[in-house]
């Protein structure tokens, strides 16, 4: 009989799980909208195949210490303390990075920016709405300050060098407010 840590514990990664495969068809949606001229920024496979592959890593280390689900007596919890353990040092983590790697997308496009997130609002904003442009190298990111919010773009994410091209163009830089 299934405990109540063991059914919290799956609960969480079924949610994990279908937060993922959601924000990964809803960029999806997004990316089908752009049109042949915009430049795409997204993370590329490498980082999400490091995703995919540490979470395959950890299904054989459970498949296989488990003996193929047979015995799972050193894998059910025994108190919430555990649960919490492995929530918070291997599924949170995994979950929002994938998350993120999978949901994230940028369009460059002639007239501004389109920006989706799986974690806020998506919106466009156009190149003159762009108020200032800063880098936080603690945090290997760019945010990009607009009248509609904020968009942050990370290091790791593939097509920056025309974003940068498209930002020396006039705009303002770290700290500079434009007017």
């Known amino acids: 009989m299934a405990t109540t840590e063991t059914l919290v514990t799956i609960i969480v990664l079924i949610v994990a799980f279908a937060h993922a495969v959601a924000s990964t068809l809803r960029r999806k949606r997004f990316h089908s909208e752009a049109s042949e001229a915009d430049e795409i920024m997204a993370y590329g496979w490498a980082w999400k195949g490091f995703v995919v592959g540490v979470a395959l890593a950890w299904s054989v280390l459970f498949l296989v210490t488990s003996r193929g689900l047979q015995n799972l007596s050193g894998w059910i919890p025994s108190n ?26 940028y369009q460059l496009t002639p007239g501004g920016i389109r920006k989706h997130s799986p974690w806020t609002r998506n919106f466009f904003v156009r190149w003159d709405e762009i108020r200032s442009v800063k880098y936080v190298p ?14 942050r773009i990370h290091d790791w994410i593939s097509g920056k060098g025309q ?3 498209a930002l020396r163009q006039g705009l303002p830089s770290e700290g500079e407010e434009a007017s």
Request: aromatic fraction near 14%.
């Open 80 to 105: 919430f303390a555990i649960v919490g353990i492995i929530i918070v040092a291997l599924v949170l983590p995994l979950w929002a990075t994938a998350v993120e790697f999978f949901g994230a997308e």
């Open 163 to 165: 974003l940068f091209e």
């Open 138 to 151: 603690t945090g290997q990111y760019t945010v990009i300050r607009t009248e509609k919010g904020k968009i």
